[in-house]
């Protein structure tokens, strides 16, 4: 879903939404690539905690 998400926000950010998204020559950067680590960290630590816990 991150590559659906990337390949979206460079769509919208493309030629003809250019003037509403309000993008500049460099572009905008987002935190999706921190946020997917960091929630597949949190289930990784789920999945963990419950296999310990049955075990």
Same mark, same amino acid.
């Given at each position: 879903?991150?590559? *659906? %998400?990337?390949?979206? +926000?460079? %769509?919208?950010?493309?030629?003809?939404?250019?003037?509403? @998204?309000?993008?500049?020559?460099?572009?905008? *950067?987002?935190?999706?690539? #921190?946020? @997917? +680590? +960091?929630?597949?960290?949190?289930?990784?630590? @789920?999945?963990? #905690?419950?296999?310990?816990?049955? #075990?």
């Amino acid at each position: 879903s991150i590559w *659906q %998400y990337r390949w979206g +926000l460079r %769509y919208l950010w493309g030629e003809p939404f250019t003037p509403i @998204a309000g993008v500049t020559v460099e572009g905008k *950067q987002t935190p999706i690539m #921190a946020v @997917a +680590l +960091l929630l597949i960290g949190v289930g990784l630590f @789920a999945f963990f #905690a419950v296999l310990f816990r049955l #075990a």
